[in-house]
């Protein structure tokens, strides 16, 4: 059997801040659409389900990140997902220079949790929250190759 990561899915309060906020680190909007109907009821398990999607995906093709934002049933808010929670917990992207990706993201109002950390010298990196309070891992390698 031949397995491949199709994208990690993220449900999202605001699609269009969502977008601007992932493209403006780098990933591009490779489509969008709205869906519902039969066959997103049966996909999903959600009866009546109804939501406008966005696939992005990184520069390098290998990555995506498919954004959800639910019209029906109507979107449940919880608290923000902390780093020790079981489960899904955050959305991780290599960048070529932390700092310049720190910056874009706190034009968006998103900054480190605490700060950012060298791990072994190999790279610097930081969890922060992103819209929605997403849980994103920026990491920057220093011994390139």
């Not at 992932?22 to 009866?47: C, M, P």
């Not at 874009?104 to 819209?131: M, N, S």
Request: aromatic share 6%; net charge negative; proline share 4%.
């Amino acid at each position: 059997m031949v397995i491949k990561l199709e994208n990690v899915g993220i449900a999202v309060r605001d699609l269009d801040a969502a977008i601007a906020f992932f493209t403006d680190l780098g990933l591009t909007v490779a489509g969008r659409d709205t869906v519902s109907g039969e066959w997103t009821d049966t996909a999903v398990g959600l009866d009546g389900n109804h939501a406008n999607i966005a696939l992005l995906q990184t520069p390098d093709g290998q990555g995506r990140v498919e954004l959800f934002e639910y019209i029906h049933p109507a979107a449940i808010e919880t608290e923000p997902t902390l780093p020790n929670e079981i489960g899904m917990h955050r959305v991780a992207f290599s960048v070529d220079d932390i700092d310049q990706a720190l910056a874009i993201a706190a034009r968006h109002g998103c900054h480190p949790l605490r700060g950012v950390a060298t791990y072994r010298d190999v790279y610097k990196l930081t969890y922060l929250r992103g819209p929605s309070g997403i849980l994103v891992m920026l990491a920057e390698e220093l011994k390139k190759g």
